[in-house]
């Protein structure tokens, strides 16, 4: 059995927990992701491969925590980062009530992928897994679990190639390629604290604003995201369950 914490009554929590004492939880951040994916595509993106992945190993999947920390897009407009001394007391007290619930392995799965989110997850996992030694924590994102594509050196990239597929894969109707479309006003399009650089990424009226990675218009496929989730889903059903073997042994 699984289940989304947040839809389920008391009952039906408890018999999941007796039976398969999972929990995944999801972080994601609200940042710029190119004109064609949503605001908060990290969070979206991960809550949806928790939840396929708690469909295989049964579980609870937790609502996705939205707000993330770090990464390069800090002052692009429509971005919202928080600090770690925000993010950090809710992972600790989220990690605390679960093992009070009985669950005996908590992933903790970012979607963002920003170094100071990344490590933050590890951290806590670590922490966690030291303090609770009856219960198995694991931080982790995307990247750790694949592999590049054919023909490629990178295993993740920010609203280019990686992300967009996963997104046609997942849910295409996130996906608004139609808006990787040239001469955007600047001013509309940015604060004064907007990051300004060398690059694609840094120019608004460019259809490539704010994409880290190859051109998701000519690289994209819905094959691709397929490659991709499926690894990802494959190496993390098989990480639970065996920390939910030598959880429970």
């Known amino acids: 059995m699984y289940a989304k914490y947040e839809q389920t009554h008391p009952d039906d929590l408890q018999a ?15 940042e710029h992701h190119g004109w064609h994916l949503p605001v908060g595509f990290d969070g979206i993106k991960g809550y949806e491969i928790c939840l396929r992945a708690a469909q295989r190993t049964g579980g609870v999947v937790m609502p996705t925590i939205w707000y993330g920390i770090g990464g390069g897009h800090v002052g692009y407009k429509w971005t919202l980062i928080a600090q770690e001394e925000h993010l950090r007391p809710l992972l600790e007290m989220t990690a605390d009530r679960l093992v009070a619930w009985g669950a005996k392995v908590i992933v903790l799965y970012t979607g963002h992928y920003a170094g100071e989110q990344v490590a933050l997850v ?5 922490e966690c897994s030291k303090r609770y030694t009856e219960a198995a924590f694991w931080g982790l994102t995307d990247p750790d679990l694949t592999t590049p594509l054919p023909g490629d050196t990178q295993r993740g990239d920010h609203a280019a190639k990686y992300e967009t597929s996963i997104a046609l894969y997942l849910r295409p109707e996130w996906v608004r390629l139609s808006n990787l479309t040239a001469g955007r006003d ?6 004064p604290e907007t990051p300004r650089g060398e690059g694609r990424q840094y120019v608004p009226e460019d259809p ?8 998701p218009a000519t690289t994209a496929s819905a094959e691709n995201g397929r490659i991709i989730v499926e690894e990802v889903l494959e190496k993390l059903v098989e990480g639970v369950r065996q920390r939910l073997e030598h959880v429970t042994a």
């Open 186 to 191: 600047d001013r509309a399009a940015t604060l």
């Open 16 to 30: 999941i927990f007796q039976e398969t004492p999972v929990a995944y939880v999801t972080l994601g951040t609200y």
């Open 122 to 126: 590890r951290a806590i996992a670590q």
């Open 208 to 215: 490539l604003y704010a994409v880290w990675g190859d051109d």
